[in-house]
C-alpha cells in the first residue's frame, strides 16, 4: 500500500498528514462537516436555474466553412517532401490541420484536377490545387451511465476523483466514454450538440488547464444561437489529462461556475499533485518558472521554453516542487508540485525541463527503455525480473492531483478535499520502495 491513512469515504480533508508529510493542512473548521453536505449521492438533482445570455455573434469563432483555395505550389519549396495537409494549412491563415484533413478525406481537394483523398499526399512544385473546406459537423455529447467516482455533492458543485484513462470532455474521435457524458447521466441533463471545429482535445489548440467556459446549466441553453465551448464542456472549470487521475471540480450551475473561473483565474485555487519521476531533480526542492507552448515539432507536445514569455507563443507557467522520497538508489523519486498556474501539460512539460521526465510518460521522455535503464543498475540481479514486469505494465504518465481547496461558491467556506493515488500508482511505488527508500529530510528542502 502507498501508506495514505484512510479518510473514510467522504474524503473532506482533516488535520491528519499523509505520511509522507504534506505541510500541515488548515484547521478542520474549516472544511465542510457530513452533517451539511451529501457525500456519494447516488442521485444528483438536476442542475437548477436559468442559464444567461448566450451571448452575440461577435463572441462567434471563424469556423471556414466553404473557405476556396486555388493556388499553385510555389517553386520555391525546393526537391524536399511536402505533405498536402501541411501546404494547405500553410495557406490558410489560423485553420487547423485537423480541419484540413477532414476536408481531404471529403473528397474536397483537388491536384491537377484530380481528387486526392489522402492527406500525406506529396505535393511538388507547379501542381495545381483546389479545395474547398468542409462544413462543420455536428456531434452530440450523449449522456452515459458511466460509474463516477464523487468524492463530494452538494447542489451547486461536484469533486470528482477522475480515474486514469479517462478522457475529460468530447473531442472528435472520442465522443463517448468521456467525464461529461458520465455528468450529463448523473445530473440527467438532455443530450448537447456541439461541433467538431469547437472539440478541442488536448493535443489540438488549447493551451490551458483551466477553461472559462459554461456550466450544466448554460451547455443547454442557446446551443443553436452560437458555437460554444460551453456546450461540449458542461461544468468542467479545469481538465486533467487522459493519463492522469485524480481531483477535479464541476460547477452545477451558473453562478458556481462563474465563482470557481474567477478562483483560478486569480490562481487561489490550491492544488498538490505527486508524481514519480525517472531520477532526482537537483536542487531536490525548487520554483520552476519556464514558460510553457506547443512544440513547433510534434503538435501533441507542449515544451518548456526559457526565454521571454512571447517566443513561440509560449506562455508564463510556475510550478513549485519538491522531493518526497529518493526510490530505488536514486534512479526514480516520489515528486510533490503545486501549480501556480495551470497550462496544458505543466508539469510534465516541467519535469523534462528539470531532467526527470514522469515515469510511464511516452511522450516527454519517460519511457519504458529510459526507465530500465535507470534502474538496473541500481538493482539487486534477483528483482530484475520483477523490475522488468513492473515497468511493462507502465500505461500512463504517473501523475495524481492528490489534493484540491477551494472557497465554495455559495458558502464562502474554503473547502479541501484529499484522495490517494490509485491502485497502478501505489504498487509501482510499492516496488521501487523495495530497492530503495530515502525520505528526504526538512533540512535538505528549500524553504518552499
Not at 465542510?32 to 457525500?39: E, T
Not at 511516452?362 to 527503455?369: A, D, L, P
Request: charged residues 25%; aromatic residues 6%; contains cysteine.
Amino acid at each position: 500500500m502507498l501508506s495514505f491513512p484512510s479518510c473514510a469515504c467522504c474524503r473532506v480533508s482533516t488535520s491528519r498528514a499523509f505520511q509522507f508529510k504534506f505541510r500541515t493542512s488548515p484547521s478542520p473548521s474549516l472544511f465542510l462537516s457530513a452533517k451539511s453536505y451529501k457525500f456519494r449521492s447516488a442521485i444528483a438533482s438536476a442542475a437548477s436555474g436559468s442559464a444567461g445570455d448566450s451571448g452575440s455573434d461577435g463572441e462567434r469563432k471563424l469556423n471556414f466553412s466553404g473557405v476556396r483555395l486555388e493556388e499553385t505550389v510555389d517553386s520555391r519549396i525546393g526537391s524536399g517532401k511536402l505533405r498536402l495537409d501541411n501546404w494547405i494549412s500553410s495557406r490558410i491563415n489560423g485553420i487547423s490541420r485537423a480541419r484540413v484533413q477532414s476536408s481531404i478525406k471529403s473528397g474536397l481537394v483537388h491536384v491537377n484536377g484530380r481528387i486526392v483523398d489522402k492527406v500525406s499526399f506529396n505535393v511538388k512544385a507547379g501542381d495545381q490545387i483546389k479545395c474547398t473546406i468542409a462544413e462543420l459537423q455536428k456531434l452530440r455529447a450523449v449522456p452515459e451511465n458511466i460509474p463516477l467516482d464523487i468524492v463530494y455533492e452538494d447542489e451547486h458543485v461536484l469533486v470528482i476523483n477522475k480515474p486514469a484513462h479517462m478522457v475529460v470532455h468530447p473531442a472528435p474521435g472520442n465522443t463517448s466514454g468521456t467525464l461529461v457524458n458520465g455528468i450529463l447521466h448523473h445530473c440527467n441533463l438532455p443530450n448537447v450538440e456541439f461541433s467538431k471545429e469547437e472539440a478541442l482535445s488536448d493535443t489540438e489548440d488549447s493551451d490551458d488547464e483551466f477553461i472559462s467556459y459554461g456550466s450544466l446549466a448554460s451547455s443547454c441553453e442557446g446551443l443553436h444561437s452560437r458555437l460554444s465551448m460551453a456546450s461540449i464542456r458542461p461544468g468542467i472549470v479545469h481538465r486533467l489529462d487522459k493519463g492522469t487521475s485524480g481531483l477535479l471540480v464541476v460547477a452545477k450551475d451558473e453562478h458556481s461556475h462563474m465563482k470557481l473561473s474567477e478562483q483560478f483565474k486569480q490562481r487561489t485555487i490550491k492544488r498538490v499533485y505527486v508524481s514519480l519521476t525517472a531520477g532526482v531533480p537537483t536542487p531536490v526542492a525548487g520554483h520552476v518558472e519556464v514558460p510553457v507552448g506547443r512544440d513547433l515539432n510534434n503538435r501533441i507536445r507542449m515544451t518548456a521554453v526559457a526565454g521571454p514569455v512571447n517566443s513561440r507563443k509560449a506562455r508564463h507557467a510556475a510550478s513549485r516542487y519538491k522531493v518526497i522520497e529518493i526510490l530505488a538508489g536514486g534512479s526514480c523519486s516520489l515528486v510533490e508540485w503545486k501549480l501556480e498556474t495551470g497550462r496544458t501539460h505543466q508539469i510534465r512539460a516541467h519535469a523534462k525541463y528539470l531532467g526527470v521526465p514522469l515515469l510511464g510518460d511516452e511522450v516527454y521522455g519517460g519511457t519504458k527503455s529510459m526507465v530500465l535503464s535507470l534502474l538496473r543498475p541500481r538493482t539487486p540481479v534477483s528483482l530484475h525480473s520483477k523490475i522488468v514486469k513492473m515497468v511493462s505494465r507502465l500505461d500512463r504518465p504517473c501523475l495524481h492531483a492528490l489534493t484540491l481547496g477551494f472557497q465554495h461558491p455559495h458558502t464562502g467556506e474554503q473547502v479541501h478535499f484529499s484522495c490517494e493515488p490509485p491502485v497502478d500508482f501505489d504498487e509501482i511505488l510499492s516496488q521501487l520502495r523495495i530497492i530503495g527508500s530515502e525520505r528526504v529530510s526538512f533540512s535538505k528542502r528549500s524553504n518552499l
